[in-house]
């Protein structure tokens, strides 16, 4: 069977292995395709996971290096200077928190939509996001310049008065990261509990046997198991649903509230939420179709999942467009003679014009090819594109940042921004941290969701029968 052919169902799964195996054998294939990935021995394990994750690892290691000289010479070994006080920083914190977005859009509001074709990314995409997050959550720690009193942004009981000041855009980051982080992890482990279980009736060592038993929690498959399982799960869906506007919205105001140029004004929520999922879309398909080809999982991650991920990217891609338009727009309308100034300096007086040019060029010009039915059914190039908009969106970033604060409303203020080795080392250290980490989760842990891929295959093949992973 040519594992590549996008003939799938309206749930997105081949169903090709049952039909191979025959009635009563597709339960247990999609556990063994599944599990195997995590039991394989490191004999068989495919060569390019390890590629990955040594350079990963190498790369985490340098930002460990990054980050001790940091925390020994201060943020001046950053480019940061007057008036550009945001760097690389924030500029990465923004990236990072929305390649986090499609994690719990995917996994939260396409459950409670009743998107079957989610069934086979949720649980990576889901992992993708805590380790996103994670990355994210480093950068304004390290800005602080003492990153050792972060724990002042918290509204912890202090007998000297030192208590968080409730109107800095910093402390409202804290609390939408914090409540982001939590809820997104709590959405993830639950979601896990049942292949927990199956993955310690499958471990063969007693090590592996008793750890995945604790993380199980007791799991025994029993109908009220499942009942106060599907409860949590919705309701936890339902409180993700929200965060997933506003977490980004309350980023996007980090730049709103401020009365400088070019972040003033009223669209960035909307246009932030929109590039977020953008962007963790990019970053699902540029980890999601190596690891299909990697461990050949072409047919529970088929073309299906694909395409309609390349739809929801070229969808939120078009929103982003808009959101571009809309700022010329603004800036012409206004009649502000800064506003103008700003976006004319941006797009083709400034120094860093090119910045711009490649942010449309990434952003929105080569993203059209997804238009074509051709070339969202190509695997290579919808990876191209993935990758492609990742550098556009954190391009995007640059350009928010930077070209905004290099021409201040005072002439004798202005400067310009050259990152240091110390900023590229801290952000290509943090790439490294997440791949490590990502690796490490395809491998000690389901990648994809057992049960409820098992749960489609077999009403695929039986539809006139009860499933089987919700008896008791």
Known sequence: MDIEQPTTTAAGIDPGPAKVLGPGH??????????????????????????????????ANVFLLAITWLFIRGVGIWGIR????????????????????????????????????RTSINRFSEAMTLFAVACAAMFPILHLGRPWLAYWLLPYPSTMWLWPQPRSPLIWDVFAVSTYATVSLLFWFTGLIPDLATMRDKARGPVARTIYGLLAMGWRGSARHWS??????????????????????????????????????????????????????????????????????????????????????????????????????????????????????RAWLGHYWWTFVLLILCNILIPQALWSHRVRMNVRAVFAISLVVNVGMWLERFVIVVTSLERDFLPSSWNRYYPSVWDWA???????????????????????????????VHHLVHPEEPSPAHGD
């Open 26 to 59: 597709d339960y247990g294939t999609v556990t063994d395709k599944i599990g195997g990935v995590v039991f394989m021995p490191f004999t068989k394990t495919p060569r390019q996971l390890f590629i990955g994750f040594a350079c990963g690892f190498v790369l």
């Open 82 to 117: 007057i008036p550009i006080a945001w760097g690389f920083a924030i500029v990465n914190f923004v990236w990072w928190i929305g390649i986090g977005h499609a994690g719990t859009l995917i996994s939260a509001i396409l459950l409670l939509l009743k998107q079957d074709w």
């Open 228 to 345: 106060r399982y599907q409860k949590a799960y919705l309701l936890l869906a339902g409180l993700s649903t929200p965060l997933v506007v506003s977490v980004h919205s309350v980023v996007s105001f980090d730049f709103a509230i401020a009365i400088l140029p070019g972040w003033h004004t009223t669209i960035f929520p909307p246009y932030f939420v929109a590039g977020a999922i953008y962007s963790g879309f990019a970053m699902v398909l540029s980890l999601a179709i190596p690891v299909r080809r990697w461990y050949h999982l072409e047919d529970l991650i088929t073309m299906r999942h694909i395409e309609c991920m390349a739809k929801v990217m070229l969808g939120t891609g078009l929103i982003v467009a808009y959101g571009y338009g809309m700022e010329a727009f603004i800036a012409w309308y206004s009649g502000n003679q800064y506003e103008r100034f700003m976006y004319m300096n």
């Open 426 to 456: 801290t952000y290509f250290g943090t790439i490294g941290v997440f791949l490590s980490l990502m690796f490490l989760f395809i491998r000690g842990l389901p990648a994809i969701s057992i049960f409820e891929m098992r749960e489609v």
